[in-house]
Protein backbone atom coordinates (compact mmCIF):
# COMPACT_ATOMS: atom_id res chain seq x y z
CA UNK A 1 0.00 0.00 0.00
CA UNK A 2 1.27 3.52 -0.70
CA UNK A 3 1.28 5.63 2.19
CA UNK A 4 1.14 9.76 2.45
CA UNK A 5 4.24 9.85 5.35
CA UNK A 6 3.17 13.48 6.01
CA UNK A 7 -0.50 12.57 6.77
CA UNK A 8 0.82 9.45 8.94
CA UNK A 9 3.19 11.86 11.08
CA UNK A 10 0.48 13.79 12.06
CA UNK A 11 -1.59 11.10 13.58
CA UNK A 12 1.70 9.31 15.44
CA UNK A 13 2.19 12.89 16.95
CA UNK A 14 -1.09 13.30 18.26
CA UNK A 15 -1.20 9.77 19.80
CA UNK A 16 2.90 10.71 21.24
CA UNK A 17 1.81 11.72 24.98
CA UNK A 18 0.29 8.05 25.73
CA UNK A 19 3.88 7.02 24.47
CA UNK A 20 6.30 6.34 27.29
CA UNK A 21 9.40 8.23 27.33
CA UNK A 22 12.86 6.37 29.17
CA UNK A 23 12.29 3.17 30.45
CA UNK A 24 9.27 1.38 30.25
CA UNK A 25 8.12 -0.58 32.48
CA UNK A 26 4.26 -1.66 31.36
CA UNK A 27 4.25 -4.05 28.36
CA UNK A 28 3.66 -1.85 24.85
CA UNK A 29 4.06 1.55 26.52
CA UNK A 30 6.63 2.16 24.53
CA UNK A 31 4.58 1.20 21.10
CA UNK A 32 2.28 2.96 18.87
CA UNK A 33 -0.58 0.05 18.33
CA UNK A 34 -2.60 0.20 15.09
CA UNK A 35 -5.74 -1.49 15.61
CA UNK A 36 -9.46 -1.37 13.62
CA UNK A 37 -8.44 2.01 11.94
CA UNK A 38 -6.90 4.22 14.92
CA UNK A 39 -3.68 4.18 16.71
CA UNK A 40 -3.51 3.49 20.10
CA UNK A 41 -0.76 4.75 22.50
CA UNK A 42 -1.01 4.16 26.42
CA UNK A 43 1.43 4.68 29.12
CA UNK A 44 -0.93 3.92 32.77
CA UNK A 45 -1.33 7.60 32.93
CA UNK A 46 -2.46 8.85 29.73
CA UNK A 47 -3.91 6.97 27.08
CA UNK A 48 -4.70 8.01 23.46
CA UNK A 49 -6.75 7.12 20.50
CA UNK A 50 -6.27 8.51 17.49
CA UNK A 51 -8.50 8.14 14.19
CA UNK A 52 -6.54 7.56 10.93
CA UNK A 53 -7.56 9.15 8.42
CA UNK A 54 -5.19 7.49 5.83
CA UNK A 55 -7.57 5.93 3.14
CA UNK A 56 -4.80 3.41 2.31
CA UNK A 57 -4.10 2.59 5.64
CA UNK A 58 -7.86 2.05 6.51
CA UNK A 59 -8.77 0.00 3.39
CA UNK A 60 -5.66 -2.08 4.45
CA UNK A 61 -7.09 -3.20 8.07
CA UNK A 62 -3.15 -2.58 9.17
CA UNK A 63 -2.90 -4.28 12.54
CA UNK A 64 0.15 -4.59 14.87
CA UNK A 65 2.37 -2.88 17.31
CA UNK A 66 5.80 -1.50 16.91
CA UNK A 67 8.19 0.36 18.83
CA UNK A 68 7.10 4.11 18.87
CA UNK A 69 10.63 5.75 18.87
CA UNK A 70 12.59 3.39 16.12
CA UNK A 71 9.48 3.66 14.18
CA UNK A 72 8.39 7.27 14.32
CA UNK A 73 12.47 8.52 14.07
CA UNK A 74 12.56 6.79 10.50
CA UNK A 75 9.57 7.73 9.35
CA UNK A 76 10.45 11.29 9.90
CA UNK A 77 13.67 11.01 8.66
CA UNK A 78 12.32 10.18 4.72
CA UNK A 79 12.38 12.31 2.02
CA UNK A 80 9.40 11.87 0.12
CA UNK A 81 6.09 12.26 1.30
CA UNK A 82 5.36 8.28 -0.31
CA UNK A 83 6.16 5.48 1.53
CA UNK A 84 5.13 1.77 0.26
CA UNK A 85 4.26 -0.43 3.24
CA UNK A 86 3.35 -4.24 3.43
CA UNK A 87 3.16 -6.65 5.37
CA UNK A 88 6.11 -10.21 4.91
CA UNK A 89 5.37 -13.64 5.06
CA UNK A 90 7.53 -13.85 8.53
CA UNK A 91 4.44 -11.05 9.62
CA UNK A 92 7.36 -8.24 9.63
CA UNK A 93 6.14 -4.54 8.40
CA UNK A 94 8.45 -3.72 5.50
CA UNK A 95 8.56 0.19 4.62
CA UNK A 96 10.27 1.29 1.38
CA UNK A 97 10.55 4.91 0.67
CA UNK A 98 12.82 5.89 -2.21
CA UNK A 99 15.83 3.63 -2.00
CA UNK A 100 15.51 3.01 1.65
CA UNK A 101 14.18 -0.02 2.89
CA UNK A 102 12.68 -0.85 6.89
CA UNK A 103 11.63 -3.63 8.03
CA UNK A 104 9.88 -3.65 11.54
CA UNK A 105 9.23 -6.64 14.11
CA UNK A 106 5.79 -6.40 15.63
CA UNK A 107 5.34 -6.23 19.77
CA UNK A 108 3.75 -9.35 20.90
CA UNK A 109 1.30 -8.24 23.66
CA UNK A 110 -2.80 -8.30 24.02
CA UNK A 111 -3.17 -4.86 23.32
CA UNK A 112 -6.76 -5.76 22.08
CA UNK A 113 -8.35 -6.76 25.61
CA UNK A 114 -6.36 -3.55 27.04
CA UNK A 115 -7.84 -0.71 25.07
CA UNK A 116 -10.85 -2.58 25.21
CA UNK A 117 -11.13 -2.20 28.95
CA UNK A 118 -10.29 0.92 28.74
CA UNK A 119 -12.72 2.58 25.94
CA UNK A 120 -15.34 5.14 26.81
CA UNK A 121 -18.99 4.62 26.59
CA UNK A 122 -20.15 5.85 23.34
CA UNK A 123 -23.49 7.28 25.38
CA UNK A 124 -22.44 8.89 28.71
CA UNK A 125 -20.64 11.51 26.49
CA UNK A 126 -20.75 15.52 27.88
CA UNK A 127 -20.63 18.42 25.74
CA UNK A 128 -17.45 20.83 26.76
CA UNK A 129 -17.45 24.62 25.38
CA UNK A 130 -14.20 26.76 25.34
CA UNK A 131 -14.70 28.26 28.83
CA UNK A 132 -13.00 24.55 29.87
CA UNK A 133 -10.21 25.51 28.14
CA UNK A 134 -10.70 29.00 29.91
CA UNK A 135 -10.47 27.61 33.33
CA UNK A 136 -7.49 25.33 32.93
CA UNK A 137 -5.35 28.07 31.21
CA UNK A 138 -6.61 30.68 34.52
CA UNK A 139 -5.95 28.17 37.30
CA UNK A 140 -2.63 26.34 35.90
CA UNK A 141 0.54 27.36 38.13
CA UNK A 142 4.00 26.77 36.79
CA UNK A 143 6.16 25.13 39.44
CA UNK A 144 3.39 23.87 41.86
CA UNK A 145 5.81 21.42 44.48
CA UNK A 146 2.67 20.97 47.19
CA UNK A 147 0.65 18.08 47.60
CA UNK A 148 -2.19 20.04 46.15
CA UNK A 149 -0.42 20.88 42.42
CA UNK A 150 -2.61 20.24 39.69
CA UNK A 151 -6.08 20.87 39.24
CA UNK A 152 -9.02 20.37 40.52
CA UNK A 153 -12.57 19.88 39.10
CA UNK A 154 -16.55 20.06 41.03
CA UNK A 155 -19.50 21.33 39.27
CA UNK A 156 -19.33 24.57 37.64
CA UNK A 157 -15.67 25.21 39.67
CA UNK A 158 -11.93 24.91 38.65
CA UNK A 159 -9.54 25.22 41.60
CA UNK A 160 -5.83 25.42 41.83
CA UNK A 161 -3.60 26.59 44.76
CA UNK A 162 -0.10 26.11 46.05
CA UNK A 163 -0.81 27.36 49.57
CA UNK A 164 -0.05 31.17 48.95
CA UNK A 165 -1.84 31.64 45.87
CA UNK A 166 -5.90 30.37 45.02
CA UNK A 167 -7.51 30.30 42.09
CA UNK A 168 -11.31 29.66 41.50
CA UNK A 169 -13.01 29.84 38.14
CA UNK A 170 -16.56 29.38 37.41
CA UNK A 171 -17.92 28.11 34.35
CA UNK A 172 -21.00 29.30 33.44
CA UNK A 173 -22.86 26.70 31.52
CA UNK A 174 -20.52 23.57 31.61
CA UNK A 175 -21.37 21.38 34.84
CA UNK A 176 -18.87 18.50 35.93
CA UNK A 177 -18.45 15.57 38.17
CA UNK A 178 -15.46 15.56 41.04
CA UNK A 179 -11.81 14.80 39.82
CA UNK A 180 -8.57 15.79 40.20
CA UNK A 181 -5.37 16.05 37.44
CA UNK A 182 -2.16 16.40 37.62
CA UNK A 183 -0.22 19.69 36.57
CA UNK A 184 1.56 17.31 33.76
CA UNK A 185 -1.67 15.83 32.69
CA UNK A 186 -3.11 19.45 32.60
CA UNK A 187 -0.25 20.24 30.18
CA UNK A 188 -0.83 17.56 27.70
CA UNK A 189 -4.58 19.24 28.24
CA UNK A 190 -3.74 22.77 26.68
CA UNK A 191 -1.46 21.28 23.68
CA UNK A 192 -4.95 19.84 22.07
CA UNK A 193 -7.39 20.51 19.39
CA UNK A 194 -10.44 21.72 20.57
CA UNK A 195 -12.16 20.12 23.37
CA UNK A 196 -15.69 19.15 21.97
CA UNK A 197 -16.71 16.50 24.94
CA UNK A 198 -15.91 14.81 28.82
CA UNK A 199 -16.43 11.62 30.44
CA UNK A 200 -15.38 10.13 33.72
CA UNK A 201 -14.55 6.35 34.10
CA UNK A 202 -13.72 4.86 37.24
CA UNK A 203 -10.12 6.69 37.82
CA UNK A 204 -10.17 7.72 34.05
CA UNK A 205 -11.52 11.18 32.70
CA UNK A 206 -12.30 10.95 28.86
CA UNK A 207 -12.01 13.89 26.19
CA UNK A 208 -12.79 14.05 23.16
CA UNK A 209 -11.43 16.64 20.48
CA UNK A 210 -12.99 18.01 17.33
CA UNK A 211 -10.96 15.32 15.03
CA UNK A 212 -12.46 12.21 16.87
CA UNK A 213 -8.82 11.79 18.62
CA UNK A 214 -9.97 10.74 22.77
CA UNK A 215 -7.36 11.39 25.08
CA UNK A 216 -7.78 9.84 28.25
CA UNK A 217 -5.95 10.72 32.11
CA UNK A 218 -5.93 8.86 35.40
CA UNK A 219 -7.26 11.16 38.03
CA UNK A 220 -5.75 11.54 41.35
CA UNK A 221 -7.87 10.62 44.19
CA UNK A 222 -9.79 13.17 44.95
CA UNK A 223 -10.95 12.54 48.76
CA UNK A 224 -7.51 14.36 49.79
CA UNK A 225 -8.10 17.76 48.00
CA UNK A 226 -9.80 20.88 50.24
CA UNK A 227 -12.21 22.16 48.00
CA UNK A 228 -14.72 22.29 51.04
CA UNK A 229 -11.83 24.70 52.92
CA UNK A 230 -10.51 26.58 49.66
CA UNK A 231 -14.47 27.32 48.74
CA UNK A 232 -14.98 28.60 52.15
CA UNK A 233 -11.56 31.01 52.21
CA UNK A 234 -12.41 32.52 48.58
CA UNK A 235 -16.41 33.13 49.95
CA UNK A 236 -15.52 34.98 53.05
CA UNK A 237 -13.15 37.41 50.96
CA UNK A 238 -16.10 39.56 50.41
CA UNK A 239 -15.41 42.87 49.09
CA UNK A 240 -17.40 44.50 52.14
CA UNK A 241 -14.53 43.83 54.15
CA UNK A 242 -12.11 45.40 51.85
CA UNK A 243 -9.60 47.46 53.53
CA UNK A 244 -9.20 48.92 49.68
CA UNK A 245 -10.49 48.51 46.25
CA UNK A 246 -8.25 49.76 43.64
CA UNK A 247 -6.75 49.11 40.28
CA UNK A 248 -2.85 48.89 40.12
CA UNK A 249 -0.94 50.90 37.47
CA UNK A 250 0.39 48.85 34.69
CA UNK A 251 3.31 50.23 35.54
CA UNK A 252 3.77 48.21 38.80
CA UNK A 253 4.25 44.74 37.57
CA UNK A 254 7.12 46.27 35.23
CA UNK A 255 8.64 47.49 38.36
CA UNK A 256 7.67 44.79 39.60
CA UNK A 257 9.54 42.93 37.89
CA UNK A 258 12.68 44.70 37.50
CA UNK A 259 12.66 44.67 41.23
CA UNK A 260 13.00 41.02 41.38
CA UNK A 261 16.28 41.25 40.53
CA UNK A 262 16.62 42.08 44.03
CA UNK A 263 14.35 39.58 45.42
CA UNK A 264 14.20 37.91 48.72
CA UNK A 265 13.91 33.87 48.64
CA UNK A 266 11.19 33.01 50.49
CA UNK A 267 10.72 29.56 50.51
CA UNK A 268 10.06 28.84 46.92
CA UNK A 269 9.08 32.66 46.16
CA UNK A 270 10.86 35.34 44.75
CA UNK A 271 9.47 38.29 46.98
CA UNK A 272 9.64 41.75 46.57
CA UNK A 273 8.35 44.96 49.32
CA UNK A 274 5.49 47.09 48.23
CA UNK A 275 5.09 50.52 50.87
CA UNK A 276 0.91 51.83 49.86
CA UNK A 277 0.04 54.57 50.93
CA UNK A 278 -2.63 57.16 49.23
CA UNK A 279 -0.40 59.08 47.32
CA UNK A 280 1.91 56.13 45.60
CA UNK A 281 3.35 52.28 45.72
CA UNK A 282 6.92 52.12 46.64
CA UNK A 283 8.77 48.90 45.25
CA UNK A 284 12.10 48.03 46.51
CA UNK A 285 13.79 44.67 47.47
CA UNK A 286 17.18 44.39 48.35
CA UNK A 287 20.14 41.73 49.06
CA UNK A 288 23.82 41.76 49.62
CA UNK A 289 24.54 42.42 46.28
CA UNK A 290 22.39 45.41 45.98
CA UNK A 291 19.30 47.24 46.20
CA UNK A 292 16.35 48.30 44.34
CA UNK A 293 13.50 51.33 44.62
CA UNK A 294 11.01 52.35 42.29
CA UNK A 295 7.81 54.98 42.97
CA UNK A 296 4.91 54.20 41.36
CA UNK A 297 2.11 56.56 41.21
CA UNK A 298 -1.71 55.49 41.45
CA UNK A 299 -3.80 55.75 37.97
CA UNK A 300 -6.35 56.58 39.73
CA UNK A 301 -7.27 58.49 43.16
CA UNK A 302 -7.93 56.49 46.03
CA UNK A 303 -11.17 56.87 47.86
CA UNK A 304 -10.38 54.96 50.64
CA UNK A 305 -8.87 56.42 54.29
CA UNK A 306 -5.91 54.36 55.70
CA UNK A 307 -2.69 54.24 56.72
CA UNK A 308 0.62 53.37 55.07
CA UNK A 309 1.13 49.64 55.57
CA UNK A 310 4.36 47.70 54.22
CA UNK A 311 3.98 43.83 53.02
CA UNK A 312 5.83 41.87 50.26
CA UNK A 313 4.91 39.70 47.33
CA UNK A 314 6.17 36.81 45.06
CA UNK A 315 7.23 38.71 42.15
CA UNK A 316 5.67 35.86 39.94
CA UNK A 317 2.23 35.36 41.29
CA UNK A 318 2.06 39.32 40.43
CA UNK A 319 3.18 38.86 36.71
CA UNK A 320 0.44 35.73 36.55
CA UNK A 321 -2.53 38.03 37.72
CA UNK A 322 -1.53 41.08 35.83
CA UNK A 323 -2.34 39.35 32.55
CA UNK A 324 -5.41 38.96 33.83
CA UNK A 325 -6.91 41.76 35.89
CA UNK A 326 -5.51 44.91 37.79
CA UNK A 327 -8.49 45.68 39.72
CA UNK A 328 -8.16 44.78 43.47
CA UNK A 329 -9.92 44.08 47.13
CA UNK A 330 -7.08 44.44 49.66
CA UNK A 331 -8.00 42.55 53.09
CA UNK A 332 -6.50 42.03 56.46
CA UNK A 333 -5.38 38.16 56.63
CA UNK A 334 -4.77 35.52 59.04
CA UNK A 335 -1.88 36.45 61.63
CA UNK A 336 1.28 34.31 60.77
CA UNK A 337 4.47 34.24 62.94
CA UNK A 338 2.78 36.89 65.03
CA UNK A 339 1.84 39.31 61.70
CA UNK A 340 -0.97 40.01 60.64
CA UNK A 341 -0.42 39.46 56.91
CA UNK A 342 -3.25 41.03 54.11
CA UNK A 343 -4.17 39.26 51.13
CA UNK A 344 -5.17 40.96 47.63
CA UNK A 345 -8.52 39.36 46.25
CA UNK A 346 -8.19 40.01 42.33
CA UNK A 347 -11.64 39.82 40.27
CA UNK A 348 -12.63 38.81 36.64
CA UNK A 349 -16.09 37.78 35.18
CA UNK A 350 -15.34 34.47 35.62
CA UNK A 351 -12.35 33.64 38.14
CA UNK A 352 -11.42 34.77 41.60
CA UNK A 353 -7.61 34.87 42.46
CA UNK A 354 -6.39 34.85 46.06
CA UNK A 355 -2.59 36.21 46.98
CA UNK A 356 -1.62 35.87 50.77
CA UNK A 357 1.39 38.37 51.79
CA UNK A 358 5.21 36.96 52.52
CA UNK A 359 6.15 37.04 56.04
CA UNK A 360 9.76 38.41 55.53
CA UNK A 361 11.95 39.00 58.35
CA UNK A 362 13.07 42.94 58.53
Given at each position: ???????????????????????????????????????????????????????????EGLEGSVKADEFFKIINKFS??????SVTEKGTWLIK??????????????????????????????????????????????????????????????????????????????????????????????????????????????????????????????????????????????????????????????????????????????????????????????????????????????????????????????????????????????????????????????????????????
Amino acid sequence: MIVKRKELIENLKKAMPGIESGSATLQGADSFVFHNGKIYTYNDLISVVVPIESDELLSEGLEGSVKADEFFKIINKFSSDEMKLSVTEKGTWLIKCGKAKVEMSLMDFDFESRFENLSPDEDSWVDLNDEFISGIQVCKMNLNKTDFSGIYFEGKDIVSTDGNQLNFYTMKKTELPKFWLSDNSVGELLKLNKLVAIQLSGTWVHFKTEDGTIFSVKTLEFAGYPYDKLKNIINSSSSKKAKIHAKFPESLFTAIDRASSFSIDVLDYSAVRLSISKDKIEVSSERSSGKYTEKVAWDEVIENDFDSFNFYVDSAMMQYISKRTVEFYLFEGPIRDGRQLPRLLFVTENSKHLICTLSVDE
